[in-house]
Every structure is written in C-alpha cells, then in structure tokens.
C-alpha cells in the first residue's frame, strides 16, 4: 500500500513513519532525509540542497523528482511506501500520481498530522538527531536513554539539525502553509485525507493513524 503522512514542518510525520515502517512493513520514503544524505556525501547535488534547505526553502521541484523515482526504483519500495515530507507542491503530487500509475499503484490514503506554530517551535528546539545513523529524539518528550548517546547505534554526541534554529523554521512553516498545504486538496478531491491530531503521547498518535487508515481502506492494510 501507498500512503503519505503530510503535515507542516514538526508534526511528527518521520516519527510516525518509522513507527509505521514497522507495523505495515512497509519502507518510509522522506526526501528530507535523502536529501541530508545527498548532503552529507559532499555531491555537488547535496550541495544545491543545501542552499535551499539552510533556508528553509523548498528545493526546487526538478531536482526533487530525480531522487523520487531512484528511491522507488530500490527493490524494498516495489509493493508499497510511506511517503514523508513529499509531495510538497502540486507539480509533485501530480508527478508522483503519474509514477505510481505507471507501476499501476496509486496513493490510497493521506494522513494529516496538524500541530499549532508554537508546538512546532518547541518541538523543532528540542529535536537532537544523530549525526551517525540519523535517529531522532527530543530533548523531553523522546530523550535517549544516556544523555547524549544515541539508542540506536551507540554514537556519543547529539546533534540540533541545521535548519531547526527558530528564524529558518518560522520560514519552513510559511513555506508548508504557501505551497504546501494547498496541495491536501488534490487529494481531498480523491476522498483519502484522513484527519489526525498530531499532539498527545507518540504511542496514541501511532494509534489513533493506524485506526484511521483502517477505517479509511480496511482490509488493504
Ligand atoms: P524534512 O526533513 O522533510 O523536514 P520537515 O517536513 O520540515 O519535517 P521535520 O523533519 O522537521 O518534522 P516531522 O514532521 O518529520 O517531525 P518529527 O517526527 O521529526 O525537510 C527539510 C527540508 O528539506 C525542507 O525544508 C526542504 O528544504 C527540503 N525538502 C524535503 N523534502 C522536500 C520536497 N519534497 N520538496 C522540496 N523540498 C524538500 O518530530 C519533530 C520533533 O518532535 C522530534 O524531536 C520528535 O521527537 C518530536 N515529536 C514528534 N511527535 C511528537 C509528539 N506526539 N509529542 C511530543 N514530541 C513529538
């Protein structure tokens, strides 16, 4: 199954997603985190995001398509994905609608995550990642179990991501809100957005998309 946890910047769609990943046992596909990757290689292409991304700005819908279409082409994606942080702009919702239907797949459900500014801001200020595998946590709400040391892979030393210093998320927000949210109502026209709350305890939000997308394509899951 194909679905998409939208939502602005800090409502919780990567947290959700790898929840999810293992649930449906499905891949998670998040062009943020890609892109980090593509970055952190040193690639001239992960040097063209970053001139987008320290910003706050999305990065240009050309450059996020090439990445899009390698990702689903990785054998793990070929019966299904949960798309986080994409599409991001009409032209790549339509896209993304033209490549799965040429893999005769299509999006069966959007879950919205919605959360207030000011969540967002103390989520955002409190989000510390691993700069070695990339797990993420929260100062309060997700702290690791040694402070400072990622569960995950062991490595000491947490990191604030870049984009995540109040100015730059105040903008990823206007962004989210400009070209962003118009997009739900591509699907809303579809009849596959579900509504979901994206405050209260991570276990309940995990539950409360799992009941929602089962009441929204049932057996399919
Ligand atoms: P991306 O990496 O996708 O960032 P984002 O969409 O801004 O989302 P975040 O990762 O900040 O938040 P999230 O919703 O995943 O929340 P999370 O679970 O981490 O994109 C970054 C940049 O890349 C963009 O600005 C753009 O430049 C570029 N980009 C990416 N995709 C693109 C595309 N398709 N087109 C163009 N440009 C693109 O949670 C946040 C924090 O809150 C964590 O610390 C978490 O532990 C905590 N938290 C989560 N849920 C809860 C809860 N229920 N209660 C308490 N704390 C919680």
Redesign the pocket.
Known sequence: MDFLLF??????????SQRLVDIYKTPQI????L??AERKSGSALGQE?DK??SK????P?SL?EQLLSNRLKQPDAANGAIF??????LT?AKRLDEILEGLSRRIQAVVH?EVSLETILE??S???VCPSCGA???LH??PPENTNVCDACGHEGLNQ?K??NEDVVRR?HA??REKTEPVLSHYRAKGIVVEVD?????DQ?TQNICNALKKLVGEAL
């Not at 998040?30 to 985190?33: C, H, I, L, P, V």
């Not at 994206?198 to 991570?202: A, H, I, S």
Request: cysteine-free.
């Open positions: 939502g602005p910047p800090g409502a919780g769609k990567g947290t959700q998040a062009t943020g985190d892109m980090r995001f987008y991304m706050g700005e999305l990065v819908d996020v986080d942080g994409f599409p991001r702009t790549q995550l989520r955002a409190g989000r510390r993420s946590y929260h709400h997700k991501r984009d995540d990823r962004e989210y994206g405050l209260g305890e991570l939000v």
